[in-house]
Antibody, heavy 119, light 112 residues
């Protein structure tokens, strides 16, 4: 079945970096893009950016420009999101999401990866 | 950037009754060339990722019960649950994908 499976929870110190993976299966990975969305504890959803799995083009949220990098490995159908210079307010569940349907809405989601930033 | 707002922040509805959630965008999300509203609704239950319910403002995702319906155009949209079931307790988010995606703050739906 169509699914996105993410890597496990991470605990990082302020100033460190984290790299979260998102492995796709059940569809042609290079036909669609992957977005990353995060959710701080008890808060709403924040779109972080998007990468085309076809050609690697990216579009990042302005507030994260310079700290985030999204990449893909088409040989393993895996997308990656790296966030640098972590701060305590980066503590959140990070989701990958794909738009494999007839619109650009996010019809598939990973299970989420909890990233905790704490000294 | 397009800012999304939702009302109410939360609501409690009796089982079998109607629940209505409103969503407003700071600018139109209607694309004139195809007459489609780039607006989606998601349901999120505790500890789970969001689930797509509605796209193009009113098209139900496959497998979504028909008690869920979406309406509206331009800048004002509504999600209606016609007969609330216990399993519908969740937070509901609207999202525009007309430009750089953005979500509303969410509406929590509970049983009265």
């Amino acid at each position: 079945q169509v699914q996105l499976v993410q890597s496990g929870a991470e605990v990082k110190k302020p100033g460190a970096s984290v790299k979260v993976s998102c492995k796709a299966s059940g569809y042609t990975f290079t036909s669609y893009g992957i977005s990353w969305v995060r959710q701080a504890p008890g808060q709403g959803l924040e779109w972080m950016g998007w990468i085309s799995a076809y050609n690697g083009n990216t579009n990042y949220a302005q507030k994260l420009q310079g700290r985030v990098t999204m990449t893909t490995d088409t040989s393993t159908s895996t997308a990656y999101m790296e966030l640098r210079s972590l701060r305590s307010d980066d503590t959140a569940v990070y989701y990958c999401a794909g738009e494999t349907g007839s619109s650009d809405a996010f019809d598939i989601w990973g299970q989420g990866t909890m990233v905790t930033v704490s000294s | 950037d397009i800012v999304m707002t939702q009302s109410p922040d939360s609501l409690a509805v009796s089982l079998g009754e109607r629940a209505t959630i409103n969503c407003k965008s700071s600018q139109s999300v209607l694309y004139s060339s195809n007459n489609k509203n780039y607006l989606a609704w998601y349901q999120q239950k505790p500890g789970q990722p969001p689930k797509l319910l509605i796209y193009w403002a009113s098209t139900r995702e496959s497998g979504v019960p028909d008690r869920f319906s979406g309406s509206g155009s331009g800048t004002d949209f509504t999600l209606t649950i016609s007969s609330l079931q216990a399993e519908d307790v969740a937070v509901y988010y609207c999202q525009q994908y007309y430009s750089t995606p953005s979500f509303g703050p969410g509406t929590k739906v509970d049983i009265k």
